[in-house]
């Protein structure tokens, strides 16, 4: 049985992160991915459970937490009928196989490998919400083909090895292909639960020597439920703020965040 003054340390940091994951999902319509794994990280080091597999275990529990919340987005969206489901049906073979693949490599890298990675891409993705420009294109309408077959294995890949859901690549990628904004972020709340899913439960299957108190292979399922019921809270109040305010200004602001976030990652993956 874990210590119970270690246990309730963990869940007041948890139902801090998830607090804070629900504000910005609401305010932003960033998915939680990109805050949860370093915050799962931070706070799991701190309680000493910084094993060799900590970077799995952030993932593993990010990606769960995907699962029941994109499922909530998709249907919500679907209600406005804003889902391109067509594009879902015809992408989401290509994303569930790359999620595999990436389920597969993360199991098997080192913790310090995988923040690495995660540093690399979150760096990406913070600098592109900081200056991309909603303007850009790559063409007029969604590709198809080998070019479908490969960018979705890609966008299902790195998503699993940053344990985030579909928006975080997905809405960019739609954008650039001029899907118009919200339908854009509807389906890709669809892409979350078809990366999430298969990957979850590969990593249900794994072996984690040292982790947090009760976790089924890498899936904390503390943190997975915390974050559940948090969200649901905090993620109302972020949508009330976003209509009270202007969100751009907001926006650059956790993109500056996330680059602050995944340069320490970096430095911690180098050693410094």
């Not at 994951?21 to 991915?33: C, F, K, P, S, Y």
């Not at 594009?87 to 310090?112: E, F, N, Y």
């Not at 899936?219 to 997975?224: E, H, I, K, M």
Request: aromatic share 10%; proline share 5%; with cysteine.
């Amino acid at each position: 049985m874990p210590d119970l003054s270690l246990l309730l340390a963990m869940l007041a940091m948890l139902l801090v992160i998830g607090a804070f994951a629900g504000v910005i999902a609401g305010l932003l319509g960033v998915g939680g991915g990109l805050v949860l794994v370093p915050a799962f990280f931070y706070a799991f080091s701190a309680l000493d459970y910084g094993g060799p597999q900590l970077m799995q275990v952030c993932l593993a529990t990010s990606l769960a937490t995907i699962t029941v919340t994109s499922i909530r987005s998709v249907l919500a969206h679907n209600r406005k009928g804003a889902v391109d489901w067509q594009i879902l049906r015809s992408w989401g073979p290509w994303i569930a196989g790359g999620a595999l693949l990436g389920m597969l490599l993360a199991s098997q890298l080192r913790s310090i490998t995988l923040q690495l990675v995660f540093g690399i891409l979150a760096l990406s993705a913070g600098l592109y919400m900081a200056f991309g420009k909603s303007e850009w294109r790559l063409g007029q309408a969604m590709p198809g083909g080998t070019r479908r077959g490969t960018i979705g294995s890609a966008l299902g890949f790195f998503s699993v090895l940053m344990g985030i859901g579909g928006g975080t690549f997905g809405v960019p990628l739609m954008s650039l292909y001029n899907l118009p904004i919200h339908r854009a972020v509807a389906t890709a709340a669809g892409f979350g639960l078809i990366i999430a899913a298969p990957s979850v439960l590969g990593f249900l299957t794994m072996t984690v020597e040292i982790s947090p108190p009760y976790t089924i292979g890498a899936v904390n399922l503390p943190a997975f439920g915390v974050i559940i019921a948090m969200t649901l809270i905090t993620t109302p109040w972020g949508v009330r703020l976003a209509h009270a305010m202007d969100p751009k200004p907001l926006k650059r602001a956790f993109a500056l965040f996330i680059i602050v976030v995944a340069l320490n990652m970096l430095r911690k993956a180098a050693g410094w």
